[in-house]
């Protein structure tokens, strides 16, 4: 059985449209992924297709991230392109439209078990929740951001006006 890692719950990913994440890949690149939720009712019972797909997070025309840090833009199955608007389906990551027609997205093995969200592609080590730049302050490299709000005074004080 391949090595996995626990990263997310199917539920999760629905109710939030999309959830992005941060693997090295075999040369020790860092690399964007994104989940999205797969709702292609035929595929969903099909156990390869569980409901969520990952992708890697670059449209194949340009070096564009797919989610810049808040969110993959969907719209009836499809990942919208944000720089040229370019459709991909989030089951298959082909694209039939625009300035990447007829390309596919780059595709990353997950797996579901029990509504739990695993990566499975041994081309990727999971690092960290989130954009890279989101693991830059991870100082104890538990794959979480520090919370800076316990001994830094915050900007957001509790003084009214
Ligand atoms: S960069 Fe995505 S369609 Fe052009």
Redesign the pocket.
Known sequence: MTDRTHLTTVEEVRESGSWLFTARDQYGEQEEIILVPCEDADDAEDSDSPGVEAWVNR????A?KLDRGFGTAMRDGQII?P????MFDSCSGYCDN???ADTTLVSVDVGVEAGAVYLTDEGYEFDHEGSVEDGSDDADGDGESEDDDDDVPSSTSHIGF
């Open positions: 449209c194949t025309h340009e564009q392109c720089k040229h608007g370019s625009g300035e990447a």
